[in-house]
């Protein structure tokens, strides 16, 4: 009797799914996870008896519709919740809080974390991602490492009902693959950058911009928002990546030093990183605090040091603190709610003013 019961939910929900999948209208995403052990308990679900399953399921037809309500419906807590996590990397400051956020978040709410670091390879992403699938997690948070090649195995993921959530950096492809997006506004960041550049510059001057990691969406949006924003009389005379370290952004500087000689008015760096490398190429080259400024991207704790210096005259946040949205969006995920598709982190804009007070604060 019990594996009667269960079949028919698992046969009326994968159809809907395949319907939901090629209906634009329908948002898979918000389907409720039908790995067994988590959501179906056969003492406490009456479920539609096989010969009650409809032949054609209406388009805007959810999966909740398809089975009889239980009186009081099972509610997934955090402890039941286990998440996979692979990580893109852990290339620097800013990725360090992440994890630790996604880590700490996890440990405080009782959440099983199945965390593995990628080494900034999207193979290693896969493979972490196919064991997490083999393992039977309930959720899987992705922050990818290269926007393209995620279908083939979002869709295994998809055909396991294992909802993703894109944290941090987006993808490109198939958006019905995955539930929603979490991360920061990259192009709004750009924008900003953009404005506080044209503050720092009223009259116009020459720039050079240490641009992250070249086919990554946070370098695409930081440039193409900076761009949009930029005064026309700001001219920017090139653009480099400095791979968003400080070593590669130490040696681009240095090159630029030389070859503009007492030519760059200002700088602008994707991130706090290759600030960093910047501000040591200046060092280097005998310049003083804020001769040069700089704008700079992720308001880390050592973004905020170089604020409170004098060396960086604005910080562009993104926040790297996502544990709890992403945990929150899992939950409601796996509860059948209906979550937002893009959710966007809060940030702000900080400048050496308020660089002081905030710095003993900053977590990351
Ligand atoms: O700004 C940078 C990190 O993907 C938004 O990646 C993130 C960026 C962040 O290396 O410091």
Redesign the pocket.
């Known amino acids: 009797m019990k594996n009667l019961s269960v079949i028919p939910v698992v046969i009326i929900i994968s159809v809907t799914m395949g319907l939901a999948a090629c209906n634009p209208t329908i948002n898979p995403v918000v389907l409720p996870s039908v790995t067994p052990k988590v959501i179906l308990s056969t003492e406490t679900q009456t479920v539609v008896p096989p010969t009650e399953i409809p032949t054609v399921i209406p388009a805007t037809a959810t999966a909740t519709a398809t089975l009889t309500p239980s009186p009081t419906p099972i509610q997934i807590t955090y402890k039941d919740l286990s998440v996979c996590f692979p990580q893109m990397?852990s290339?620097?400051?800013?990725?360090a809080a992440?994890t630790a956020s996604m880590k700490e978040t996890a440990k405080a709410l009782g959440i099983k974390l199945v965390y593995s670091n990628a080494q900034g390879s999207q193979k290693n992403q896969i493979s972490a991602i196919q064991a997490c699938i083999k393992q039977g997690v309930n959720v899987i948070a992705l922050?990818p490492v290269v926007p393209d090649g995620w279908d083939v195995i979002l869709m295994e993921a998809y055909n396991a009902n294992i909802p993703v959530i894109i944290m941090?950096?987006k993808i490109l492809g198939n958006d019905s693959l995955y539930a929603a997006h979490i991360?920061?506004d990259?192009l709004s960041e750009g924008k900003k950058a953009g404005e506080e550049m044209n503050k720092l510059l009223p009259d116009g001057g020459n720039i050079v911009e240490l641009s992250?990691?070249a086919g990554?969406?946070?370098a695409y949006w930081?440039a193409a928002g900076f761009r949009e924003s930029l005064n026309k009389n700001i001219t920017i005379m090139d653009s480099q990546t400095g791979k968003?370290?400080r070593k590669d952004a130490f040696s681009v500087m240095n090159t630029f030093l030389k070859k503009y000689k007492g030519e760059i008015d200002a700088v602008y760096a994707?991130?706090?990183?290759m600030a960093v490398g910047v501000v040591q190429a200046m060092k280097t080259a005998g310049l003083k605090p804020g001769q040069t400024k700089i704008v700079s991207?992720?308001g880390?704790r050592e973004g905020f040091q170089l604020l409170v210096t004098g060396w960086v005259q604005a910080e562009i946040e993104?926040n790297?603190m996502m544990g709890q949205q992403v945990m929150e969006m899992a939950l409601n995920i796996l509860n059948g709610k209906q979550v937002d598709v893009e959710v966007n982190t809060n940030e702000t804009v900080f400048h050496p003013e308020e660089a002081k007070a905030l710095l003993p604060t900053r977590k990351y």
């Not at 994707?270 to 990183?273: C, G, V």
């Open positions: 990397s290339e620097n400051g800013w990725r992440n922050p941090d950096r991360g920061s990259l992250g990691i990554v969406d946070a930081r968003f370290n994707h991130n706090d990183d991207v992720d880390t993104c790297p």
